[in-house]
Nanobody, 113 residues
Framework: QVQLVESGGGLVQPGGSLRLSCAAS????????MGWYRQAPGKQRELVAV??????NYADSVKGRFTISRDNAKNTVHLQMNSLKPEDTAVYYC????????WGQGTQVTVSS
């Protein structure tokens, strides 16, 4: 059984930065896709950034501002978010695919002055 636990959300002013972390436990392998999705109020959950075999893919809306990183030895994935905008406000979910999709409980990110 895989479990994902996120941390690092919070309230930040526009232009600020936050770093999200996700710790995975269970049967995790370096080739499993891990990453981040987000869901804003009234909107569908959308991909933010994922990493597979060392290759990162980003949503166009976050390219150049967000950076995903992964530590396979520690089974952790991080999302460094810079130059945050109000439209980045959402619940951010850690994601892992290992035959099936696993999701964390979500962490709130609010960008507001």
């Amino acid at each position: 059984q895989v479990q994902l636990v996120e941390s690092g959300g919070g309230l930040v002013q526009p232009g600020g930065s936050l770093r999200l972390s996700c710790a995975a436990s269970g049967s995790i392998f370096s080739w499993n896709t891990m990453g981040w999705y987000r869901q804003a109020p009234g909107k569908q959950r959308e991909l933010v950034a994922v990493m597979l075999s060392g290759i990162a893919n980003y949503a166009d809306s976050v390219k150049g501002r967000f950076t995903i990183s992964r530590d396979n030895a520690k089974n952790t994935v991080h999302l460094q978010m810079n130059s945050l905008k109000p439209e980045d406000t959402a619940v951010y979910y850690c994601y892992l695919f290992a035959a099936v999709a696993y999701w964390g409980q979500g962490t709130q990110v609010t960008v507001s002055s």
